[in-house]
């Protein structure tokens, strides 16, 4: 090397992949294997590639190329396939565009089924044979996450809800200090020194549990949930420990890590003895935890499990809470999660919510289970290096937010949230971001 050349040292990631070996790539295949069913295997054989796919996806949209379209990672996936569990895929190959699972292929797959989807099953909606594309990439990305291919950022996050208990690394000691100021703050606010932020109460109605996003960045969200259920009398407890709503394992694939996970919201219910597992306002979370762990676990579930908006809806309805719109003045749109929306089946409790809560609420344009995803699922956020990228494709949600004239923001989802945080500094559109519930307990009649 002279004095004029610069050293630039190589990826570590990068390197691994590089350095794989076939007893490696051959483990991949085989979990890829395990993971496909039949109706995986008849998926994988029915993609006419019509492209009707490609004005769905954010990321092309935005981006414009080909490796953004959903039938282009598709077909990465479908090319594997082919190639190692088809009779034409091993005999003839270049007639079915089998393709072979080298080191190459190895870091288009990374690149692709993690940093270009953000898993939110939109582009299944387009789909004029209804192939669950989602899901048939999610079963990719376990294959990977069982060689260690799981990008850094994701795979530290994944690491620090198992090591830890809780995705952000809080300490116990930081939990119950925070809980308790908290509670405080909630006497203070509504002059009554009776009002509670229980903490392992035993036989409570309902288990809340939380993003631990919630206690280290947003507390106040955690209040306003307080506030609703000390205003409508409920029975309702927090947890010390196994309160962690999240779960990455959904976005990593790796089904064991993420059953692992949701297991400890399962014991924390036998523990407590609680009745209802609710779900803080977390999509990702609620997808998990309400559809996808009964599957990992391979067990059913002995309680309920809701949503935080099923319930607060439950006391709007049962007349438990009043609510006074002209509290809130702003105008309001609603992002749609997709996990919770599209992906969970919760789509009109929110806007009840809304409707009650606020004076001017405006749709965004298309909305609930044609929402376009805002760029933040996926893992995406966590993935740093694929950060520019998400942040583009956030555009087509920035200009939907843009269209509506609103001046706040409600989405009921923690990742949502750091997500339009960020495309609304990067994208100026100057408007407020809130939780649903939030928007609830500001208008609060006591």
Not at 98 to 124: H, I, P, Q, T
Not at 376 to 398: D, E, I, Y
Not at 420 to 446: F, G, P, R, S
């Given at each position: 090397?002279?004095?004029?050349?610069?050293?630039?040292?190589?990826?570590?990631?990068?390197?691994?992949?590089?350095?794989?070996?076939?007893?490696?790539?051959?483990?991949?295949?085989?979990?890829?294997?395990?993971?496909?069913?039949?109706?995986?295997?008849?998926?994988?054989?029915?993609?006419?590639?019509?492209?009707?796919?490609?004005?769905?996806?954010?990321?092309?949209?935005?981006?414009?190329?080909?490796?953004?379209?959903?039938?282009?990672?598709?077909?990465?996936?479908?090319?594997?396939?082919?190639?190692?569990?088809?009779?034409?895929?091993?005999?003839?190959?270049?007639?079915?565009?089998?393709?072979?699972?080298?080191?190459?292929?190895?870091?288009?797959?990374?690149?692709?089924?993690?940093?270009?989807?953000?898993?939110?099953?939109?582009?299944?909606?387009?789909?004029?044979?209804?192939?669950?594309?989602?899901?048939?990439?999610?079963?990719?990305?376990?294959?990977?996450?069982?060689?260690?291919?799981?990008?850094?950022?994701?795979?530290?996050?994944?690491?620090?809800?198992?090591?830890?208990?809780?995705?952000?690394?809080?300490?116990?000691?930081?939990?119950?200090?925070?809980?308790?100021?908290?509670?405080?703050?909630?006497?203070?606010?509504?002059?009554?020194?009776?009002?509670?932020?229980?903490?392992?109460?035993?036989?409570?109605?309902?288990?809340?549990?939380?993003?631990?996003?919630?206690?280290?960045?947003?507390?106040?969200?955690?209040?306003?949930?307080?506030?609703?259920?000390?205003?409508?009398?409920?029975?309702?407890?927090?947890?010390?420990?196994?309160?962690?709503?999240?779960?990455?394992?959904?976005?990593?694939?790796?089904?064991?890590?993420?059953?692992?996970?949701?297991?400890?919201?399962?014991?924390?219910?036998?523990?407590?003895?609680c009745k209802t597992l609710v779900l803080a306002e977390c999509?990702h979370g609620f997808k998990s935890n309400r559809w996808e762990?009964?599957?990992?676990?391979?067990?059913?579930?002995?309680?309920?499990?809701?949503?935080?908006?099923?319930?607060?809806?439950?006391?709007?309805?049962?007349?438990?809470?009043?609510?006074?719109?002209?509290?809130?003045?702003?105008?309001?749109?609603?992002?749609?999660?997709?996990?919770?929306?599209?992906?969970?089946?919760?789509?009109?409790?929110?806007?009840?919510?809304?409707?009650?809560?606020?004076?001017?609420?405006?749709?965004?344009?298309?909305?609930?289970?044609?929402?376009?995803?805002?760029?933040?699922?996926?893992?995406?956020?966590?993935?740093?290096?694929?950060?520019?990228?998400?942040?583009?494709?956030?555009?087509?949600?920035?200009?939907?937010?843009?269209?509506?004239?609103?001046?706040?923001?409600?989405t009921p989802c923690h990742n949502c949230i750091d997500q339009?945080?960020?495309?609304?500094?990067?994208?100026?559109?100057?408007?407020?971001?809130?939780?649903?519930?939030?928007?609830?307990?500001?208008?609060?009649?006591?």
């Open positions: 090397m002279n004095e004029n050349e610069t050293y630039v040292s190589k990826d570590p990631f990068d390197e691994k992949i590089e350095q794989l070996s076939p007893a490696d790539r051959e483990k991949a295949l085989k979990v890829f294997a395990e993971k496909i069913n039949r109706e995986f295997a008849v998926y994988f054989n029915s993609c006419v590639h019509c492209g009707l796919c490609a004005d769905s996806c954010h990321y092309y949209l935005t981006h414009q190329d080909i490796q953004s379209l959903p039938a282009y990672k598709l077909g990465l996936v479908i090319g594997i396939f082919k190639k190692y569990f088809s009779f034409m895929g091993k005999n003839m190959p270049g007639w079915v565009g089998a393709k072979s699972f080298d080191n190459r292929m190895v870091k288009e797959w990374v690149d692709s089924l993690y940093g270009r989807c953000s898993l939110c099953g939109r582009c299944s909606l387009n789909c004029s044979i209804g192939i669950n594309i989602a899901a048939l990439i999610r079963a990719a990305r376990g294959a990977l996450a069982a060689i260690g291919l799981v990008p850094p950022g994701l795979q530290s996050t994944i690491e620090t809800a198992v090591e830890k208990g809780n995705n952000m690394g809080i300490k116990k000691d930081d939990w119950l200090e925070t809980a308790s100021w908290l509670e405080e703050e909630l006497q203070t606010e509504i002059a009554d020194p009776a009002a509670r932020i229980p903490m392992d109460q035993k036989d409570a109605r309902y288990f809340y549990t939380i993003n631990p996003r919630e206690a280290m960045f947003f507390p106040l969200s955690i209040s306003a949930v307080a506030k609703l259920f000390h205003a409508a009398g409920e029975s309702w407890t927090l947890a010390a420990d196994s309160y962690d709503v999240t779960n990455y394992g959904l976005y990593s694939g790796d089904d064991e890590t993420a059953g692992m996970l949701s297991d400890r919201l399962v014991q924390g219910m036998a523990k407590l003895g999509g762990a009964p599957e990992w676990l391979s067990k059913k579930y002995g309680f309920e499990v809701k949503s935080i908006l099923e319930v607060v809806a439950g006391f709007i309805r049962e007349g438990r809470i009043k609510l006074d719109p002209a509290k809130n003045q702003e105008p309001v749109t609603l992002h749609d999660p997709c996990n919770l929306v599209r992906m969970g089946g919760i789509i009109e409790e929110q806007r009840f919510i809304l409707r009650h809560a606020v004076s001017q609420f405006i749709e965004m344009i298309p909305n609930r289970e044609k929402n376009f995803c805002c760029g933040g699922g996926g893992g995406q956020l966590a993935m740093t290096q694929f950060s520019q990228r998400r942040l583009k494709a956030g555009g087509v949600k920035a200009e939907q937010i843009r269209k509506t004239g609103a001046k706040i923001v409600a339009l945080m960020e495309l609304n500094k990067h994208y100026q559109l100057d408007v407020k971001i809130k939780t649903v519930c939030e928007l609830a307990a500001d208008a609060l009649v006591l």
